[in-house]
């Protein structure tokens, strides 16, 4: 029958990318940490039990901002894969506080040249009561990147994060309802931890014909926890146990995601025991947490980079190297990092952390000179200064827990060089489409690994998602109106030599001979200067003394299905 082998294509991708970046627009593996590409590999604790427990009760989860979107395939944020990975499953899964590979969806796979064969676990079931099968993959890879798919949403996290997630693969074939074969353009390694980052999760095919982009607001997977109301105007998200779940747990009965702005609000919350668990800690509501009888500060090195890049594509002044490296050295990132960070933090140097393969211990952060920033701008030909609107989201990140007075500290170092900075404060969903289309002359941003591969911060963010041709000679940046052009690198950054390096990078199988492709794109980004290396921040929550079972997710986190409420 010809519905047991069924076929998507990507033409609307190939179209959109050509077909040298399409091959090389996947997200990095997790340097060596993965185990055998036949299966998952030999550690305890992944969480994949049968049969469900409980302590009963609510979670309530307060955080900084909201969620724009309940729909993983429509959006960058990181607040959206908070509530989403609650309500999704991936084929592959990242083991519970790891960054190490599990079953999920899938319960093995092998990797054979260019082909990856998955079997799908049977009898699990979506929110809606339909059976999870092969076909449902494969509608929601075509929903992610064939733009002549009835129900392709339209949106530009669909035609960028989608490509950059799975553009190498050639096609998803359903091999029966529990077998998947998904065919690459090439042999390319990081398929399998791309599989399991939290945009690679399952939509259920009938709900994306029946809902089309409504599923932005009345989502239907196949995790843990089902969606029971989400109130927008008071930016709660209430989330209730699915009982059917194929896995361990849910404990808890439902889960409240709510947004409080204020940090120490926020800190107060979880002493009060309004709160369970709390994020987006700052240096003082840290503090906080640590001195409350009634709760615990939870802390990992954390896997991201915060940093202020420059639109090359906008301002011509960005446009020369000179200038960034002026505004580096203006920039007092150590004063930052130790008096408004207050040690929740470390100065970053380039786009990864230590943590992460082939980072470069020969390089340190930009000097605090601003004698020698002077300098530079005259050579430049910007003695005289000039001036730019800086944006940046009002509430904290993980990558930047004190934003607005990170950017008064900007502007008051720059002042000092004779560049003025205007500081545009903005909320964070409307800060990232700000942006992701270009409209900043320079913004704080950041990033929180998807899979902990060095390939999920330098392609992902600096490499601009077009093929090496399409670069104009002696240019090295690009029009973010470019057809293909990767969105999330905000500062429209196109160096050939760097992108070359991460493409040559991303397609070697050797993890020795990948690091030293990386240690040479580091620097690259260190001395071309695109963005200001800010910080690498812990990795922070508050939790509450009633809680046990709670894991820190070093990617895409967090997990609250094996949490207990005492």
Avoid at 36 to 43: P, R, S, V
Avoid at 406 to 435: C, R, W
Wanted: proline share 4%; charged share 25%; net charge negative.
């Amino acid at each position: 029958m010809a519905s047991r082998d069924r076929l998507t294509d990507r033409r609307s991708f190939l179209k959109a990318a050509g077909g040298a970046a399409a091959a090389a627009t996947l997200a990095g593996c997790i340097g060596g940490e993965t185990g055998d590409d036949n299966g998952t590999d030999d550690g305890t604790d992944d969480g994949t039990g049968d049969g469900n427990g409980g302590s009963g009760g609510t979670l309530t989860y307060a955080r900084g901002s909201s969620s724009g979107s309940l729909d993983f395939q429509n959006s960058t944020s990181g607040e959206v894969a908070k509530v989403t990975n609650q309500l999704y499953d991936t084929l592959i899964a990242f083991k519970p506080g790891k960054t190490s590979l599990t079953e999920g969806l899938a319960t093995n796979w092998n990797v054979d040249g260019k082909t990856v064969t998955l079997d799908l676990r049977k009898n699990v079931k979506f929110h809606s009561g339909e059976d999870f099968t092969a076909d449902d993959f494969v509608a929601t890879y075509r929903r992610f990147v064939d733009e002549d798919y009835e129900y392709y949403p339209g949106k530009k996290y669909a035609s960028s994060y989608g490509p950059y997630t799975l553009g190498v693969v050639k096609d998803v074939k359903a091999d029966g309802d529990h077998k998947l074969k998904i065919n690459l353009e090439k042999k390319y390694a990081p398929i399998l931890p791309n599989l399991a980052m939290f945009v690679s999760a399952v939509h259920s095919k009938k709900a994306i014909e029946s809902k089309g982009k409504k599923l932005k607001s009345d989502p239907v997977g196949t995790g843990p926890f089902k969606l029971k109301n989400w109130d927008q105007s008071n930016n709660r998200v209430r989330l209730e146990k699915n009982e059917d779940y194929w896995g361990d747990g849910p404990y808890v009965d439902e889960v409240v995601f709510t947004v409080v702005g204020n940090n120490t609000s926020r800190a107060q919350t979880l002493d009060s025991g309004d709160a369970q668990v709390i994020d987006g800690l700052g240096a003082q509501s840290s503090q906080q947490v640590k001195k409350s009888g009634n709760a615990e500060l939870v802390s990992d090195a954390g896997i991201n980079i915060g940093y202020m890049a420059f639109n090359m594509a906008k301002v011509e002044a960005f446009q020369k190297k000179k200038v960034r490296q002026a505004i580096s050295h203006a920039i007092n990132t150590k004063a930052i990092v130790d008096t408004i960070f207050k040690g929740i933090a470390k100065e970053a140097n380039q786009p990864i952390p230590s943590s992460v393969m082939g980072y470069n211990d020969s390089l340190s952060p930009y000097e605090h000179n601003p004698e020698k920033a002077k300098k530079l701008l005259k050579q430049a030909g910007y003695g005289d200064g000039f001036s730019f609107e800086l944006a940046t989201f009002k509430n904290p990140r993980t990558y930047n827990p004190s934003p607005i007075q990170a950017a008064q500290t900007v502007k008051s170092n720059l002042k000092e060089v004779g560049i003025d900075v205007t500081i545009n404060q903005q909320a964070f969903d409307p800060f990232l489409n700000y942006t992701e289309t270009g409209k900043h002359d320079a913004c704080f941003l950041g990033w929180m690994t998807d899979n902990a591969d060095p390939d999920n911060f330098h392609y992902a963010l600096l490499h601009p998602g077009v093929s090496i041709d399409d670069v104009p000679d002696g240019q090295d940046w690009i029009s973010f109106d470019t057809d293909g052009f990767n969105t999330l690198n905000v500062a429209g950054w196109a160096n050939t030599d760097f992108m070359k390096l991460v493409e040559d990078a991303q397609v070697t199988y050797d993890n020795e001979a990948r690091k030293k492709k990386y240690k040479k794109a580091g620097k690259i980004a260190h001395d071309e200067a695109p963005w200001v290396f800010m910080d690498h921040a812990k990795d922070l929550r508050g939790v509450h003394n009633s809680v046990s079972g709670f894991k820190l997710a070093p990617i895409s986190g967090p997990y609250l299905r094996l949490v207990k409420l005492n």
